[in-house]
């Protein structure tokens, strides 16, 4: 099993900035693709990003192109979603996945495990 926690999120103005982590415990993640998903009131719950085990090979939502990064820090069994340029439609709750894989897929119904989510609220 694995257990995933997230952190990092919060309140935050129009064009900042927010860094979310995703802390896994049980097992090591080394070899899961993870992934970070979103789900704003009354939607679907989208992909964000994801990364494969090694974290070279990423996939990002065209919403999120060139303003968000995910990383990982294997040793650390953590991965990270760095977002910049943040607008009020990234309002959601984020959450962390992870999924025994090689390839890092968009489905969420694809992933193995889930965290709890953390809140990000972007104000205009």
């Known amino acids: 099993q694995v257990q995933l926690v997230e952190s990092g999120g919060g309140l935050v103005q129009a064009g900042g900035s927010l860094r979310l982590s995703c802390a896994a415990s049980?097992?090591?993640?080394?070899?899961?693709?993870m992934g970070w998903f979103r789900q704003a009131p009354g939607k679907e719950r989208e992909f964000v990003s994801g990364?494969?085990?090694?974290?070279?090979?990423?996939l990002y939502a065209d919403s999120v192109k060139g303003r968000f990064t995910i990383s990982r820090d294997n040793a650390k069994n953590t991965v990270y979603l760095q977002m910049n340029t943040l607008k009020p439609d990234d309002t959601a709750v984020y959450y962390c996945?992870?999924?025994?894989?090689?390839?890092?897929?968009?489905?969420?119904?694809?992933?193995?495990?889930w965290g709890q989510g953390t809140q990000v609220t972007v104000s205009s």
């Open positions: 049980g097992r090591t993640v080394r070899s899961y693709v």
């Open positions: 990364t494969n085990w090694s974290g070279g090979s990423t």
């Open positions: 996945s992870a999924r025994l894989g090689l390839g890092v897929i968009a489905n969420p119904s694809m992933y193995d495990y």
